[in-house]
Nanobody, 114 residues
Framework: QVQLVESGGGLVQPGGSLRLSCTAS????????MGWYRQAPGKERELVAT???????NYADSVKGRFAISRVNARNTVYLQMNNLKPEDTAVYYC????????WGRGTQVTVSS
């Protein structure tokens, strides 16, 4: 129903920055929530940040003050600006779309290492 295309992952040194983007296409309900989750090796998938079409945001405590989520509704695109990255931020980051149904992107790898 909704397809999600992610971009922006990569390798960065501790303290560096990356920006992820995700664009949704397909049958998009006007009022929705988009966001990012991540999964590190051997761990469960966890919330990073979400944002509604109205601009309400929610962040995991571990990323507050370092990450910022934003969106352009006209483009059905959500962004995640990640600053002051730490090795523990290393994970596959998945875009998520939620309305009356839910969709996931394929994921993009973020590696924080010196």
């Amino acid at each position: 129903q909704v397809q999600l295309v992610e971009s922006g992952g990569g390798l960065v040194q501790p303290g560096g920055s990356l920006r992820l983007s995700c664009t949704a296409s397909g049958s998009i309900f006007t009022f929705n929530r988009m966001g990012w989750y991540r999964q590190a090796p051997g761990k469960e998938r966890e919330l990073v940040a979400t944002i509604t079409t109205g601009g309400t945001t929610n962040y995991a405590d571990s990323v507050k003050g370092r990450f910022a989520i934003s969106r352009v509704n006209a483009r059905n695109t959500v962004y995640l600006q990640m600053n002051n990255l730490k090795p523990e931020d290393t994970a596959v980051y998945y875009c998520n779309f939620y309305a009356t149904y839910e969709s996931w992107g394929r994921g993009t790898q973020v590696t924080v290492s010196s």
